[in-house]
């Protein structure tokens, strides 16, 4: 069966950096995009990041613009997530998923079909 774990999550002063990576099994891991989603408390998922299945093209939330970049190794079968001048605000659960059909590439959670367990990510001011 397809299996996503997320893992480089922890605490962080405001300002600083984490790198969150996810190791995708189970299925042609480079025909299908990915991306990353975040759930802080009482609020909904929220779209960050994808990164298409060929040619790399990315797509960022424009809260994370300029500070976020995703980015994908086919070989290693995972998805990256590096995470620059981390704010207070950035504090959540951060899910990997990846697509559900091949070749598409989208910024809502339906369209994706698999599932990481989360990690969490917390800011401190």
């Known amino acids: 069966q397809v299996q996503l774990v997320e893992s480089g999550g922890g605490l962080v002063q405001a300002g600083g950096s984490l790198r969150l990576s996810c190791a995708v099994s189970g299925r042609t891991f480079s025909n299908y995009a990915m991306g990353w989603f975040r759930q802080a408390p009482g609020k909904e998922r929220e779209f960050v990041a994808a990164?298409?299945?060929?040619?790399?093209?990315?797509y960022y939330a424009d809260s994370v613009k300029g500070r976020f970049t995703i980015s994908r190794d086919n070989a290693k079968n995972t998805v990256y997530l590096q995470m620059n001048s981390l704010k207070p605000e950035d504090t959540a659960v951060y899910y990997c998923?990846?697509?559900?059909?091949?070749?598409?590439?989208?910024?809502?959670?339906?369209?994706?079909?698999?599932w990481g367990q989360g990690t969490q990510v917390t800011v401190s001011s």
């Open positions: 998923a990846q697509a559900a059909g091949p070749f598409g590439t989208s910024r809502r959670d339906t369209d994706y079909g698999y």
């Open positions: 990164i298409s299945w060929s040619l790399g093209r990315t």
